[in-house]
């Protein structure tokens, strides 16, 4: 008898708590891209092509690789916000490599969206690690080598 009173307050607490909970928990640690060298592939009916490339990255349509976080969220979240924070940049030394260069601003570019998966909410976040940086006189391609991801809904 004590069980299912102690069952049935607790199944009418759940929503309340799911409610006022944190909808996503990303922790507070600093992530490390580790840029790789030069990636160079061919076919042998056409010229070789190069792309940049780090440890764990992704490709865009752009041939540019992206950094790619997911994290579960709670089943009442529908719209998720990333922002970047101490971020480390480096010179890119082969810029001659983005294909686009009109694309890519001052910022560095985050897309967020909330994807589903077996019905269960994730955050997902693609974040381009380059961006211009106008220091004097033209502009200089930054990369990101390390930095925070802060992901809240």
């Known amino acids: 008898m004590y069980t299912k009173k102690l069952w049935t307050l607790i199944l009418i ?17 600093r992530k490390k891209i580790e840029w790789l060298p030069v990636l160079e592939t061919s076919n ?3 010229s070789p092509v190069r792309t940049l490339r ?11 690789p992206e950094y790619v976080q997911t994290v579960k969220l709670n089943s009442n979240s529908s719209s ?4 970047l924070s101490s971020v480390e940049t480096d010179i890119l030394r082969e810029s001659n490599l983005i294909l686009h260069p009109e694309k890519i601003g001052t910022e560095f570019k985050i897309e967020t969206s909330v994807v589903y998966r077996k019905k269960v ?4 976040v693609r974040i381009l690690p380059i961006r211009k940086n106008k220091n004097g006189p033209g502009y200089r391609w930054r990369n990101v080598t390390t930095g925070k991801c802060k992901i809240t809904s």
């Open 54 to 64: 780090f440890q764990g990255g992704s490709y865009n349509e752009d041939f540019l």
């Open 44 to 46: 042998p009916d056409e």
């Open 80 to 83: 998720i916000q990333a922002t």
């Open 121 to 124: 909410p994730f955050a997902s």
């Open 13 to 29: 607490f759940i929503p309340f708590l799911a409610k006022t909970a944190d909808p996503v928990s990303t922790p507070d640690e």
